[in-house]
Structures are given as C-alpha cells and as structure tokens.
C-alpha cells in the first residue's frame, strides 16, 4: 500500500507533465503537416527566394569571417558588393545563415528557419488566446493555416514577411497584460523582434494593433500608459542597430526605386491586379471567412476585422497618409487582418452552416497559393539562377545614381581591385571595383581622401593608398543604444526581484 501511495505523486507528475506538452506535440505536427512541401521539394523559388538564398550564403559567409551581424556583402553585384543588411530587416536570415554557417545547405537551413518560425507563429497564437480562455489549440492552428500566412511561404516565398506571424500575438498579449513587470518585458522584446523581422509589418502593426489596443488599454487602465511607453521605447532602443542605420543611410542607395509610381498601394488594389500579384485576386475571401464566421460574437474583434479587412482591400481611404503610403502593397496588411480574425473566430465559433461557407470562402486562397507555389516549382527560372550566379541583390541595393546592375565580373576587369593598399604611379582620377557607402575610407599617408560615387572614386597623386571599412556612425550609435536598452531591462528584471521578496516577507510579518 505505501509504495502505491507513493507512486500516485510520481504518475500525477508524469500526468500533468503530457498534458503540458500536449499542445505544443500538436502544434508541431500542424506545423510539419503544413510545411510537408516546403521540406519535400525544396524552398518554393517564388518572388523573393532567389534572394533569401542568396542572402543566406553571403550571411553565412560573414559569419565564417567572424562578423557577428554582417551587413556588406563583398560577393554580390559580380564583385560590386552591396549594403543590404544595412536596410533589409536581418532576424530570419540571420537565423538560416548561422545554420548554413554550421555546415548545413542554403536549402535546408531555410527550411528549418521557415519551421522555427511557423511554430513560433503557432505558439505565440496559443498563448494569447490561453490567456483569454478562447479555444487556444484551434485558434494557433488555424493561424499557422490562414491563407495569407501560407501565400507569403508558398506563393511570395517572403521569408522576413513570414517571420513576422510570430510577433503580432506577443504584442497584444503584452499590451493586454500592462502594466505588469512581464508584459513591458514582452512588449519591449516583441516589439524589437518584429522590427528586426519585417519593418513594413511593424509599421502596419503599430499603425492598426498596437495604437488601438494601447488606447484601449490607456482607457480601461490608467496605470497601463507609462510602462506601455517606456516598453515601446525600449523596444524601438533594442532594435535601433537596424532601424537606425536603415533610415539614415537611404541617399547613398538607389531606394528611389521602391518610391516609383509602381509600388504605390492603389496600384495594388485586388481590382487593379497586375504581374505577380494576380494570385492576391483570392485573398479577400480568406480575410472575409474570418469576419462571416464570427459575426455572431458581435465582438469588438468582429468589428475590428472588418474595418481592417476594409483597409486592406483599398476601400477605406488610409493608403494616401504618410507613412503608409510607403507601405507598396495594402494587402501587407492581411497579416493583421488574420490575427484579429482568428481572434474573434476563437471568442465565438460559428455555427455549422456559417462554418461550411467561411471554409468554402477560404479554398480559393488555399487553392490559388497551391496552384502558384505548384506552377513556380514547374516553371524555367533563368532570373533564380542569374541571381546566385552574379550574387545580384535587389536594384534599390545599388549605389545611387548606379542605373543597373553590372552583368557580370567581366564588365568590372577595367576598374582598379579594391586592395588593401594601392600603388598609384600618375596622377589622376581612380575608380575602384567597389560601390561606393560609407563604410570605406581611402587614406593617404594617414590622412582621408575625398572620394565620391557611384563607384568608388578619388582623384589620386603618385603614393601609397589605403582602403580601410569604417564604422559608421549609425551603427554605434544602435548598437549603443540596443546595450543600454538591454540593460535597463535587465536592471528592471533584478529590481522587480529584490523588491518581490521584501514584499513577501511583509505580508508574512
């Protein structure tokens, strides 16, 4: 009798140890389920994932050189090279570069990059609605399979836009849970990992989640609008080593390509469909499955739904107000229109009929993104293997005033190799096999040389010349910042316990 006594503990533990990992054992599988093509045939080679490839070998050869975050990527351009990752958010591909680093190829480090984030999607959906009590296991699951997720892997292959599922639940999670320790914490991290991860997402985010939630909050809490202040400062500090050099860096790329009349968000409206875009003509319906099958709730969710799946389809008239008319593409903003659908989808779930017809709206999403992941793994792709072949980066990477790539190393044999150090023998102008940014300081006898772009150029007198790679000022000044915000929050962290224990021994006096 004692030793069965004493086991009942040991099996309630065991017990209670499966039930807590049940949900996580499922999410992991819906993730697997859902990611099952992406593992069988290979990255699906969609818009942008000729250049997720290639910018997870150049990060992974930054790494073998011992950069801890590389930013200038000597290869690309036919040996021009390019400043991508001072201006593209870094977090998922800094993630597939470290694995391909560790030996693993391009392909399979995306992949389990895309796994990571797909779970994380699926887990952070499951804590946010935990916390509400609202069927957390469904509402993950069906975030991970909402149709504008799903178009971003297997339609846009956007892997930074994918990544960005993951932070929009912490972020209300946070905002909802304030003023408490943890959730400043939380909001803080979120908040700098979604700027890291996509920066056109984060501003939809803060823009239409955040605001309105904080606001909401700052309503229902008084107490909730300092530390909600003071985390969304320590978040913009922890990802300053990206965002600043990002917005401060811009004239000396050619990001006037991504201001041109084609990338505004009206000419990307679902009834003005044109090139890649024509699968988007589906997604509405995804969005509008969300709204139809919670309409019952008449929750504040329902209605926050609507007036998002409204703006994201052009019909409200929000696109012409700085800063979101540089957004490009108003339906970015389906992401949010998603977790707010989910949301409300969990709160309240349909009644079988509306169920059907919510399904029924949402198979041509599916459908369509099936079909061009499908037609994108059967189609020639001359332009994929261009792009790894000649390391070509986007056009907006180009030194400005730069019209177009090079097309290929042989154009560049006339230009003066990038060296170290540099001999000149007459006087005269001297362009090197370099684009020109801030990071390179030519020298001569100690003292900097006037040089100027679009490639590299000085105008030269018979001497010895140095080229040195600087730091620039935007990048200590972030990476200063990040230190100081990290340590605020850890000084916070130890604070609250040391104060916590002093608190419990005077209740219990």
């Not at 001297?430 to 150029?457: E, H, N, Q, Y």
């Amino acid at each position: 009798m004692a030793e069965g006594a004493a086991d009942r503990p040991l099996q309630a533990g065991v017990r209670a140890w499966i039930e807590r990992a049940r949900p996580a054992a499922l999410l992991a599988v819906a993730a697997l389920v859902l990611l099952a093509p992406s593992f069988a045939f290979g990255p699906i080679p969609g818009e942008s994932a000729a250049y997720d490839r290639v910018w997870t070998l150049q990060m992974a050869d930054g790494f073998r050189h011992g950069e801890l975050y590389p930013r200038w990527f000597d290869s690309a351009f036919s040996g021009l090279g390019s400043p991508a990752f001072y201006f593209y958010p870094p977090l998922t591909l800094l993630a597939s570069g470290a694995l391909t680093a560790a030996g693993l190829s391009a392909d399979l480090a995306i992949n389990l990059t895309i796994a990571a984030f797909m779970l994380g999607s699926g887990a952070s959906m499951y804590g946010w609605l935990r916390r509400r009590g609202t069927r957390p296991l469904l509402g993950a699951c069906l975030y991970m399979a909402a149709p504008y997720h799903l178009a971003d892997l297997y339609a846009r292959a956007d892997l930074a836009e994918f990544g960005a599922f993951v932070w929009l639940p912490l972020i209300a999670l946070a905002i909802e849970a304030l003023p408490r320790r943890w959730a400043v914490h939380l909001l803080a991290a979120s908040t700098a990992g979604l700027v890291l991860t996509h920066l056109p997402t984060a501003m939809l985010a803060i823009v239409f989640l955040a605001a309105p939630l904080g606001l909401a909050r700052a309503l229902g809490e008084p107490r909730a609008v300092l530390p909600g202040l003071a985390a969304a400062l320590l978040g913009a500090a922890l990802a300053a080593v990206y965002w600043l050099p990002a917005m401060t860096l811009q004239p000396y790329v050619s990001t006037d390509v991504l201001w041109s009349a084609k990338y505004r968000p009206e000419q990307w409206f679902p009834w003005r469909l044109q090139g890649a875009a024509v699968f988007l003509q589906c997604l509405p319906f995804g969005a509008v499955a969300g709204v139809l099958a919670s309409l019952r709730a008449r929750s504040m969710w329902t209605l926050f739904t609507l007036a998002l799946a409204l703006a994201a389809f052009g019909l409200l008239p929000v696109w012409g107000v700085e800063p979101l008319s540089k957004i490009q593409f108003a339906w970015r903003l389906l992401s949010v229109v998603e977790f707010a659908a989910v949301t409300a989808l969990a709160a309240a779930p349909p009644r079988p009929v509306v169920a059907a017809l919510a399904v029924a709206l949402a198979i041509p999403s599916w459908g369509a993104t099936a079909l061009t992941g499908w037609a994108a793994l059967q189609a020639p792709r001359p332009w994929y293997a261009r792009v790894e072949a000649t390391m070509e980066n986007p056009l907006e990477y180009l030194p400005h005033g730069l019209q177009r790539p090079p097309p290929g190393p042989a154009v560049l044999a006339g230009l003066t190799p990038a060296r170290p150090t540099l001999v000149v023998v007459r006087r005269g102008p001297v362009t090197l096999r370099r684009a020109a940014f801030p990071i390179w300081r030519i020298t001569r006898d100690g003292r900097a040389v006037p040089a100027r772009g679009p490639l590299l150029t000085f105008d030269a007198e018979p001497g010895t010349y140095r080229l040195e790679r600087v730091k620039t000022w935007q990048e200590v000044l972030g990476a200063g910042l990040g230190l100081a915000a990290l340590a605020a929050l850890a000084a916070l962290a130890a604070w609250a316990a040391l104060v916590r224990p002093k608190a419990g021994r005077g209740a219990a006096a």
